[in-house]
């Protein structure tokens, strides 16, 4: 399950440099990192296998060359998890950018809305169906 | 190739309504066929296959409930392509956010930025490497 796919607003994916990035996915778990204490615990509400989550951890680090993510444990990322001061301001600078992107595209967003009411008018707006890439 | 895992900044995912949304890889396609009047030859430019672009612009269709790419010969799409009025509308109304999304969230990306500069000083800009997931 991927839930950025159901709530309506635009997902913002920062390209920071060539190849780094940091998006949905990684900021959602970053997120479940500081509210659950546990990397596999956030990986799992976000449907991600402990692999991925932790996959996506590593990644990051050698993104930025420091961790984001810090276990208490020895190194055992089934352990206490947190972020790293690192980690809390990349978020942080994330969450903002979501806030005043959406902000910024209200008008256009419900421009966009407004149409698909209009050619679609009997949508059924809880629908199944994939979602279609980007 | 993904261009857009390239270039820095913001990307932006429109979900309009659940398992409804437009993104670089949609906007980019509609703009292809405006620049080249082929819906294979705008797949081409973004390294899709035919089948894969062909797939977009009627995955398109059915989440606009109207066409947004008409193909001028009976149909098939490898004759001319050109946009609607809604594939126009849309595909401006997406570039309108994008360009405001990107400028409400200069500050922060700059500061993403500096970030990395400051933890991999000797980065290569350039390296290749894969993008991981957003």
Do not use: C, H
């Amino acid at each position: 399950m991927r839930p950025w796919n159901q709530t309506v607003g635009p997902r913002l994916r920062v390209v920071i440099a060539p190849n780094v990035a940091v998006g949905p996915g990684k900021a959602d778990l970053l997120q479940g990192v500081v509210e659950t204490g546990s990397i596999a615990a956030a990986g799992r509400r976000l449907g991600m296998s402990y692999k991925r989550a932790w996959g996506l951890v590593e990644a990051m680090k050698d993104d930025f060359g420091a961790p984001l993510v810090t276990t208490s444990r020895g190194g055992s990322a089934r352990g206490g998890a947190e972020l790293t001061e690192l980690g809390r301001t990349v978020l942080g600078l994330y969450r903002r950018m979501e806030d005043q992107a959406a902000a910024a595209t209200e008008a256009e967003l419900a421009e966009l809305q407004r149409l698909l009411d209009r050619t679609l008018p009997d949508r059924d707006q809880g629908g199944p169906g994939a979602t279609k890439p980007g």
